[in-house]
């Protein structure tokens, strides 16, 4: 079965700084996504940034960046110039195709992050 | 703007008393999604839809139960709530079945059972 771990429950960054996550996962599985979504207090979960695990470069999306290392079945997140607004539950996600059925996503148990001004 | 909206977003209900979650999408996405988020845990998949075909996952209680009368309404039944399935509960779209789709969250229902 398809595990994802998130190691570190609390994380703290200062306002401008740079701050990453870390997520492993394990999967027997070569065709499979992962995901890094973004749930802020009261609202609701946004995707962050996605990871396809054929390809070899690592996701970019503006200040969010990933280290995706195959391997080693790692995948941590790398958030640059921290803002306030960035305060939020950290949620690492796997899924992988069922062959035509409907793909799941699995969750770590998320990284509350906050950011200190 | 298209969205997944849940009502209501907080629900407070009785040991064994029916209580009914819903969730409702803009997007006209074919798949629905529901989870279950207990404090400090993972998001966990109880069920979906992919059109009208529901999908229940294996270790769900039969406790909980679904449906789907339009593409656009989902519902969340729990017939005998008890003090464990006081949670946060998620309802999910997305547009397809392939594992590239994203998923589009609603903001949750919070169900407390005293």
């Known amino acids: 079965a398809q595990t994802v771990t998130q190691s570190q429950p609390e994380m703290s960054v200062q306002e401008a700084e740079t701050v990453t996550l870390s997520c492993t996962y394990d999967?027997?599985?070569?065709?499979?996504?992962l995901f890094w979504y973004k749930q802020p207090p009261s609202r609701q979960m946004i995707l962050v940034i996605r990871?396809?695990?054929?390809?070899?470069q690592n996701a970019t999306e503006n200040r969010f960046s990933v280290n995706f290392q195959k391997a080693a079945k790692s995948f941590s997140l790398k958030i640059s110039d921290s803002q306030l607004g960035d305060a939020a539950m950290y949620f690492c996600?796997?899924?992988?195709?069922?062959?035509?059925?409907?793909?799941?996503?699995?969750f770590g148990t998320g990284t509350l992050l906050a950011v200190q001004p | 703007d298209a969205m997944v909206i849940q009502n209501p977003r907080y629900q407070v209900t009785q040991f064994g008393k029916p209580v009914t979650l819903s969730c409702s999408q803009t997007l006209n996405h074919n798949v629905m999604y529901w989870y279950q988020q207990k404090s400090s845990q993972a998001p966990k998949l109880l069920f979906h839809y992919y059109d009208k075909d529901f999908n229940n996952e294996a270790d769900t209680p039969d406790n909980f139960q679904s449906r789907r009368p339009n593409t656009s309404f989902c519902f969340l039944d729990i017939r005998s709530p008890g003090l464990g399935d006081a949670a946060m509960y998620l309802c999910a779209t997305s547009k397809g079945q392939g594992a590239y789709n994203e998923q589009f969250f609603g903001p949750g229902t919070r169900l407390t059972v005293l």
């Open positions: 990871q396809e695990a054929y390809k070899q």
């Open positions: 996600a796997y899924t992988r195709n069922y062959g035509g059925a409907t793909n799941k996503l699995i």
């Open positions: 999967t027997s599985e070569s065709d499979y996504y």
